[in-house]
């Protein structure tokens, strides 16, 4: 299969991309970094992604952006921060996305577990998975030649415990490996309209 992995050079990125690499064709992007740069906050850096990598038979996004802020403090600018790169970035990734996957391809989102658990200082963040988990469940009804849709919803995961565990006290972080068959369910598997949830019933 040929599959893009866009933010395939972050912290669970790179572990699924390494994975994926070793029985199928995977080109990596990334705003700095990767085979081929794209920003998914902008609906014309996607088109260009898109247009130069060409058709594949999955996409997989493992990146967007959301502000972490006390929800007092947030502005609205600082919520659009979320709406444009996780939300409408990963929206925007299969609308234009749909021109460039082939029959029975899929979309891969990514989402996390504040949608279902959030913390404090989450409600950007939280709000933006639960908005995308309603999107694929929806948009899965419409996909048209067997292309598939899922969104994968991890905790944290260890290799991210140092910078982030002081948010989620308590939490089980959630193994590389069981955080990477999340994604491989969705590629490889047959579901479709699927929230892939990676944590414990926290
Ligand atoms: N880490 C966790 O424990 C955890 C748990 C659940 C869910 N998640 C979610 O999973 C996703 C990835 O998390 P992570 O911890 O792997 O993040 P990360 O280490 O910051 O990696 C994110 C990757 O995405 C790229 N990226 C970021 N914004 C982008 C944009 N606007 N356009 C294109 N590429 C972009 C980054 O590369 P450049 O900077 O070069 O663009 C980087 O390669 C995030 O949405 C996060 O909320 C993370």
């Not at 700095?32 to 996607?46: C, K, L, N, Y």
Request: glycine share 10%.
């Amino acid at each position: 299969m040929k599959i893009l992995i866009i933010g395939g050079n972050g912290t669970i990125g790179k572990k699924v991309s390494k994975h994926f690499a070793k029985k199928h064709e995977v080109t990596i992007a990334g705003r700095s970094s990767g085979d081929v740069t794209v920003d998914i906050a902008d609906r014309e850096s996607i088109a260009a992604m898109f247009e130069s990598v060409g058709k594949v038979d999955a996409v997989v996004c493992i990146a967007g952006e959301a502000k972490w802020a006390s929800f007092d403090s947030m502005t609205e600018e600082d919520f659009y921060i979320g709406l444009k790169s996780k939300l409408m970035g990963q929206v925007n990734l299969v609308g234009i996305g749909l021109n460039y996957v082939h029959a029975g391809g899929s979309f891969t989102l990514t989402t996390g577990i504040l949608a279902d658990h959030p913390v404090d200082m989450t409600t950007s963040p939280a709000m933006v998975n639960g908005a995308i988990h309603s999107f694929v469940k929806a948009v899965s009804l419409e996909l048209k030649n067997g292309v598939r849709i899922n969104v994968v919803s991890s905790g944290l995961v260890e290799d991210s415990v140092t910078k982030y565990e002081d948010y989620f006290p308590g939490h089980n972080p959630i193994p590389m490996r069981k955080v990477i068959n999340g994604y491989v369910k969705s590629v490889e598997g047959k579901d479709t309209g699927e929230i892939i949830r990676m944590y414990d019933n926290c």
